[in-house]
Protein backbone atom coordinates (compact mmCIF):
# COMPACT_ATOMS: atom_id res chain seq x y z
CA UNK A 1 0.00 0.00 0.00
CA UNK A 2 1.03 3.61 -0.84
CA UNK A 3 2.43 6.13 1.97
CA UNK A 4 -1.00 8.10 3.19
CA UNK A 5 -2.34 11.17 2.07
CA UNK A 6 -2.25 14.23 4.37
CA UNK A 7 -4.60 17.09 4.33
CA UNK A 8 -6.34 19.51 6.30
CA UNK A 9 -10.37 19.85 7.80
CA UNK A 10 -11.63 22.58 9.14
CA UNK A 11 -12.54 21.87 13.11
CA UNK A 12 -14.17 24.19 16.01
CA UNK A 13 -10.41 25.19 17.33
CA UNK A 14 -8.86 25.12 14.09
CA UNK A 15 -7.73 22.95 11.99
CA UNK A 16 -7.58 19.11 12.36
CA UNK A 17 -4.11 17.48 10.60
CA UNK A 18 -5.51 14.06 8.75
CA UNK A 19 -3.95 11.08 7.76
CA UNK A 20 -5.47 9.02 4.91
CA UNK A 21 -4.67 5.52 3.51
CA UNK A 22 -6.67 4.88 0.23
CA UNK A 23 -6.31 1.01 0.81
CA UNK A 24 -6.21 -1.74 -2.21
CA UNK A 25 -9.41 -3.86 -0.95
CA UNK A 26 -12.06 -1.24 -1.98
CA UNK A 27 -14.92 -3.73 -1.37
CA UNK A 28 -14.06 -3.08 2.64
CA UNK A 29 -15.89 -1.10 4.58
CA UNK A 30 -14.06 2.55 5.77
CA UNK A 31 -12.78 2.56 8.99
CA UNK A 32 -11.74 5.98 11.21
CA UNK A 33 -9.13 5.45 13.70
CA UNK A 34 -9.21 7.60 17.07
CA UNK A 35 -5.85 7.67 18.05
CA UNK A 36 -4.52 7.70 21.90
CA UNK A 37 -2.95 10.01 23.74
CA UNK A 38 -0.58 11.89 22.79
CA UNK A 39 0.02 10.05 19.55
CA UNK A 40 -1.15 11.51 15.80
CA UNK A 41 -3.05 9.78 13.14
CA UNK A 42 0.50 7.92 11.93
CA UNK A 43 -0.29 5.65 14.99
CA UNK A 44 -2.58 3.36 13.57
CA UNK A 45 -0.14 3.28 9.83
CA UNK A 46 1.34 -0.37 10.90
CA UNK A 47 -2.84 -1.39 11.20
CA UNK A 48 -4.40 0.26 8.20
CA UNK A 49 -1.34 -1.04 6.27
CA UNK A 50 -2.74 -4.72 7.39
CA UNK A 51 -6.58 -4.16 7.19
CA UNK A 52 -6.16 -2.87 3.67
CA UNK A 53 -9.18 -1.15 3.07
CA UNK A 54 -9.72 2.96 3.46
CA UNK A 55 -8.50 3.89 6.77
CA UNK A 56 -8.73 7.76 8.26
CA UNK A 57 -7.19 9.08 11.18
CA UNK A 58 -6.11 12.54 12.50
CA UNK A 59 -4.22 14.13 15.21
CA UNK A 60 -5.71 14.81 18.12
CA UNK A 61 -6.30 18.35 19.23
CA UNK A 62 -3.37 19.70 20.61
CA UNK A 63 -0.95 16.88 19.60
CA UNK A 64 0.54 16.57 16.31
CA UNK A 65 -0.10 19.10 13.83
CA UNK A 66 -3.79 19.34 14.62
CA UNK A 67 -4.63 22.82 16.91
CA UNK A 68 -5.64 22.62 20.08
CA UNK A 69 -8.76 23.06 21.95
CA UNK A 70 -9.34 26.18 23.80
CA UNK A 71 -10.65 25.23 27.01
CA UNK A 72 -9.06 22.40 29.09
CA UNK A 73 -9.50 19.03 27.12
CA UNK A 74 -12.23 16.59 27.67
CA UNK A 75 -13.47 13.40 25.58
CA UNK A 76 -16.46 15.28 24.44
CA UNK A 77 -14.46 18.18 23.65
CA UNK A 78 -11.84 15.75 21.60
CA UNK A 79 -15.11 14.10 19.98
CA UNK A 80 -16.62 17.51 18.57
CA UNK A 81 -13.20 18.66 17.44
CA UNK A 82 -12.74 15.23 15.17
CA UNK A 83 -15.91 15.35 13.71
CA UNK A 84 -15.02 16.25 10.54
CA UNK A 85 -13.07 13.40 10.19
CA UNK A 86 -16.18 11.12 10.41
CA UNK A 87 -17.51 13.28 7.85
CA UNK A 88 -14.64 12.06 5.43
CA UNK A 89 -15.34 8.90 4.00
CA UNK A 90 -18.39 10.06 2.82
CA UNK A 91 -20.62 7.64 4.40
CA UNK A 92 -20.96 5.74 7.53
CA UNK A 93 -18.32 4.16 9.07
CA UNK A 94 -16.73 1.78 11.68
CA UNK A 95 -14.87 3.77 14.51
CA UNK A 96 -11.38 2.10 15.89
CA UNK A 97 -10.12 3.52 19.02
CA UNK A 98 -7.29 2.60 21.39
CA UNK A 99 -6.44 3.07 24.69
CA UNK A 100 -8.01 6.90 25.11
CA UNK A 101 -9.00 6.81 21.19
CA UNK A 102 -12.16 4.23 22.33
CA UNK A 103 -13.24 6.43 24.66
CA UNK A 104 -13.55 9.02 22.07
CA UNK A 105 -15.28 6.77 19.66
CA UNK A 106 -17.96 5.77 22.34
CA UNK A 107 -18.70 9.41 22.93
CA UNK A 108 -18.94 9.69 18.92
CA UNK A 109 -21.31 6.56 18.60
CA UNK A 110 -23.84 8.06 20.94
CA UNK A 111 -23.66 11.19 19.63
CA UNK A 112 -23.76 10.56 15.79
CA UNK A 113 -25.34 6.85 15.61
CA UNK A 114 -26.67 7.16 11.62
CA UNK A 115 -22.89 8.13 10.68
CA UNK A 116 -21.43 4.78 12.69
CA UNK A 117 -21.39 1.49 11.42
CA UNK A 118 -20.36 0.06 14.47
CA UNK A 119 -16.97 0.21 17.00
CA UNK A 120 -13.56 -2.03 17.35
CA UNK A 121 -11.99 -1.08 20.80
CA UNK A 122 -8.91 -2.07 21.72
CA UNK A 123 -7.41 -2.00 25.20
CA UNK A 124 -9.80 0.46 26.98
CA UNK A 125 -8.97 2.54 29.99
CA UNK A 126 -11.46 2.45 32.72
CA UNK A 127 -9.98 4.65 35.71
CA UNK A 128 -12.93 3.61 38.09
CA UNK A 129 -12.57 2.44 41.93
CA UNK A 130 -10.28 2.82 44.76
CA UNK A 131 -7.95 0.63 42.98
CA UNK A 132 -7.12 3.31 40.21
CA UNK A 133 -6.50 6.30 42.87
CA UNK A 134 -2.62 5.98 42.62
CA UNK A 135 -2.39 5.37 38.00
CA UNK A 136 -4.87 7.93 37.98
CA UNK A 137 -2.77 10.79 39.99
CA UNK A 138 0.24 9.62 38.68
CA UNK A 139 -1.06 9.55 34.59
CA UNK A 140 -3.02 13.47 35.14
CA UNK A 141 0.08 14.85 36.26
CA UNK A 142 2.35 17.10 33.85
CA UNK A 143 5.45 15.70 32.58
CA UNK A 144 7.69 18.04 33.75
CA UNK A 145 10.36 17.52 31.70
CA UNK A 146 12.04 21.05 32.41
CA UNK A 147 12.39 19.84 36.00
CA UNK A 148 14.21 16.72 34.57
CA UNK A 149 18.13 16.65 34.45
CA UNK A 150 18.07 14.90 30.94
CA UNK A 151 14.42 13.75 29.99
CA UNK A 152 14.79 12.83 26.12
CA UNK A 153 17.64 11.18 26.42
CA UNK A 154 16.13 8.48 28.82
CA UNK A 155 12.62 8.46 26.39
CA UNK A 156 14.80 8.09 23.47
CA UNK A 157 16.85 5.30 24.69
CA UNK A 158 13.57 3.10 26.09
CA UNK A 159 12.03 4.14 22.75
CA UNK A 160 13.62 4.26 20.20
CA UNK A 161 17.76 3.04 21.01
CA UNK A 162 16.09 -0.03 23.35
CA UNK A 163 12.94 -0.56 20.62
CA UNK A 164 11.78 -4.59 20.25
CA UNK A 165 13.76 -6.16 17.05
CA UNK A 166 9.77 -6.20 15.23
CA UNK A 167 9.52 -2.28 15.47
CA UNK A 168 11.64 -0.58 12.77
CA UNK A 169 13.87 2.25 13.51
CA UNK A 170 11.69 4.68 11.35
CA UNK A 171 8.70 3.90 12.53
CA UNK A 172 10.04 4.30 16.55
CA UNK A 173 11.37 7.91 15.41
CA UNK A 174 7.82 8.80 14.58
CA UNK A 175 6.23 7.71 18.01
CA UNK A 176 8.97 8.94 20.31
CA UNK A 177 8.30 11.94 18.47
CA UNK A 178 4.70 12.09 18.84
CA UNK A 179 4.99 11.23 22.18
CA UNK A 180 7.47 13.96 23.18
CA UNK A 181 5.99 16.68 20.74
CA UNK A 182 3.14 17.90 23.04
CA UNK A 183 5.75 18.84 25.56
CA UNK A 184 4.21 19.98 29.41
CA UNK A 185 0.68 19.73 27.73
CA UNK A 186 1.08 16.06 27.26
CA UNK A 187 -0.88 14.73 30.41
CA UNK A 188 -4.19 16.74 29.39
CA UNK A 189 -5.53 14.14 27.49
CA UNK A 190 -4.50 11.67 29.74
CA UNK A 191 -6.56 13.71 32.48
CA UNK A 192 -9.67 14.08 29.61
CA UNK A 193 -9.79 9.90 29.86
CA UNK A 194 -9.48 9.41 33.70
CA UNK A 195 -12.31 11.91 34.48
CA UNK A 196 -14.57 10.34 31.78
CA UNK A 197 -17.83 8.34 32.95
CA UNK A 198 -16.89 5.10 30.54
CA UNK A 199 -19.59 2.99 32.05
CA UNK A 200 -22.65 5.88 31.41
CA UNK A 201 -20.88 6.29 27.26
CA UNK A 202 -21.05 2.17 27.27
CA UNK A 203 -24.31 1.25 27.81
CA UNK A 204 -25.63 4.33 25.58
CA UNK A 205 -23.86 2.27 22.54
CA UNK A 206 -26.49 0.76 20.06
CA UNK A 207 -23.88 -0.19 17.52
CA UNK A 208 -22.12 -3.45 16.99
CA UNK A 209 -18.63 -3.64 18.88
CA UNK A 210 -15.51 -6.07 19.06
CA UNK A 211 -13.50 -5.16 21.66
CA UNK A 212 -10.05 -6.35 21.80
CA UNK A 213 -8.31 -7.25 25.43
CA UNK A 214 -4.29 -7.89 24.83
CA UNK A 215 -1.88 -8.64 27.09
CA UNK A 216 -1.87 -5.26 28.72
CA UNK A 217 -2.68 -3.36 32.31
CA UNK A 218 -5.45 -1.98 30.77
CA UNK A 219 -6.97 -6.06 30.11
CA UNK A 220 -9.39 -6.03 33.68
CA UNK A 221 -11.01 -2.38 32.11
CA UNK A 222 -11.41 -3.53 28.79
CA UNK A 223 -13.24 -6.17 29.91
CA UNK A 224 -15.60 -4.68 32.27
CA UNK A 225 -16.25 -2.20 28.91
CA UNK A 226 -17.51 -5.50 27.00
CA UNK A 227 -20.07 -6.39 29.65
CA UNK A 228 -21.19 -2.54 29.96
CA UNK A 229 -22.01 -2.91 26.09
CA UNK A 230 -25.37 -4.00 25.18
CA UNK A 231 -23.82 -5.49 21.78
CA UNK A 232 -20.51 -6.28 22.06
CA UNK A 233 -18.05 -9.74 20.88
CA UNK A 234 -15.18 -10.51 23.30
CA UNK A 235 -12.21 -11.81 21.88
CA UNK A 236 -9.31 -11.94 23.86
CA UNK A 237 -5.73 -12.40 22.78
CA UNK A 238 -2.85 -12.87 25.49
CA UNK A 239 -0.45 -13.65 22.31
CA UNK A 240 -0.71 -9.81 21.46
CA UNK A 241 1.76 -7.71 23.88
CA UNK A 242 2.69 -4.29 24.13
CA UNK A 243 3.11 -2.39 22.03
CA UNK A 244 -0.10 -3.78 20.75
CA UNK A 245 -0.66 -2.00 17.45
CA UNK A 246 2.85 -2.59 16.19
CA UNK A 247 3.18 -6.36 17.24
CA UNK A 248 -0.47 -6.97 16.88
CA UNK A 249 -1.24 -4.95 13.53
CA UNK A 250 -1.91 -8.25 11.12
CA UNK A 251 -4.21 -10.34 13.88
CA UNK A 252 -5.94 -7.10 15.10
CA UNK A 253 -6.86 -6.33 11.38
CA UNK A 254 -7.90 -9.57 10.42
CA UNK A 255 -10.15 -9.70 13.46
CA UNK A 256 -11.43 -6.51 11.90
CA UNK A 257 -11.89 -7.43 9.05
CA UNK A 258 -13.63 -10.75 9.81
CA UNK A 259 -15.96 -8.59 12.08
CA UNK A 260 -17.09 -5.60 9.93
CA UNK A 261 -16.97 -7.76 6.56
Keep these: M??????????????????????????LPPIVCLPPVPYGGRFFDSFAQAYGG????????????SDGLAEPPTVGGYME???????????????????S?????????????????????VDVPVFSGPEMADLRASITNPPAFLEQ???????????????LDQVAYPRALDLFFDFVGAGEARNAGYHAA?????????????QPALVIATHSSLREGTLRVAEWLPDATLV???????????????PIAELTRDFVG
Design 149 to 163: EDPMNGLFKSMVVDR
Design 2 to 27: AAPRRHYLDNTPGQLHVWQWQGDRSA
Design 81 to 99: AMTPLLNAPGQPAWLAGFH
Design 101 to 121: GALVAMEMANRYPEQVSGLLL
Design 194 to 206: ANFEAEAAATQVA
Design 54 to 65: PVWSADLPGYGF
Design 236 to 250: ERDDITVPAFELGAE
